[in-house]
T-cell receptor, first 112, second 114 residues
Framework: RKEVEQDPGPFNVPEGATVAFNCTYS??????FFWYRQDCRKEPKLLMS???SGNEDGRFTAQLNRASQYISLLIRDSKLSDSATYLC?????????????FGAGTRLAVHP | SQTIHQWPATLVQPVGSPLSLECTVE??????LYWYRQAAGRGLQLLFY??????ISSEVPQNLSASRPQDRQFILSSKKLLLSDSGFYLC?????????????FGSGTRLTVV
């Protein structure tokens, strides 16, 4: 089982739609969670951290369910510019150090 | 402000040739540094990380090695490239005191081994 699992998509949605991505992680000891955005052939960029109480940044809302080891990202009022791959990320503590483990990503395509 | 530089942007190398990719960070001291690889259509795989000069930890056994000769310089190397080494190589950093804050990535090197 992969440490971080995501539906690869693609999610094809019209402009203005609301779309939700889910992610599950296997390490119950993980304590830090993020969503990254990666445009085609570019480096990943931090979209937002995910907090236990849930958090919102404009049109983006992230939720964490520790009991189910589940993370979600909701995008409201989708824009063409939201088209990208969204990576779910959790930390792993091993060998005395923390590292970030990335999911393979969910691809979003927003069309006119 | 802090910036991270990675070069070259693209590289085409024959099988069996050596490799050296360089990453430097500016505007900070004692960063945690990381090398990741992303194969086509796959997720990011952590290759190496470093918490200080000369301190390198390897995540997976492979044909690659890493070195940190200076505080803000991180180098990925190979003596003999394999076809399976093709991929998108990304360097990233985090502040020393916030190792699990969000990473900042360099712009990456797209390596094709032919």
């Amino acid at each position: 089982r992969k440490e971080v699992e995501q539906d690869p998509g693609p999610f094809n949605v019209p402009e203005g739609a609301t779309v939700a991505f889910n992610c599950t992680y296997s390490n119950s000891a993980s304590q830090s969670f993020f969503w990254y955005r990666q445009d085609c052939r570019k480096e990943p960029k931090l979209l937002m951290s995910v907090y236990s109480s849930g958090n919102e940044d404009g049109r983006f809302t992230a939720q964490l369910n520790r009991a189910s080891q589940y993370i979600s990202l909701l995008i409201r009022d989708s824009k063409l510019s939201d088209s990208a791959t969204y990576l779910c990320v959790v930390n792993r503590f091993s060998g005395g150090y923390n590292k970030l483990i990335f999911g393979a990503g969910t691809r979003l395509a927003v069309h006119p | 402000s802090q910036t991270i530089h990675q070069w070259p942007a693209t590289l085409v190398q024959p099988v069996g040739s050596p490799l050296s990719l360089e990453c430097t960070v500016e505007g900070t001291s004692n960063p945690n540094l990381y090398w990741y690889r992303q194969a086509a259509g796959r997720g990011l795989q952590l290759l190496f990380y470093s918490v200080g000069i000369g301190q390198i930890s390897s995540e997976v056994p492979q044909n690659l090695s890493a070195s940190r000769p200076q505080d803000r310089q991180f180098i990925l190397s190979s003596k003999k490239l394999l076809l399976s080494d093709s991929g998108f190589y990304l360097c990233a950093w985090t502040p020393l005191d916030r190792p699990i804050s969000g990473y900042t990535f360099g712009s990456g090197t797209r390596l094709t081994v032919v």
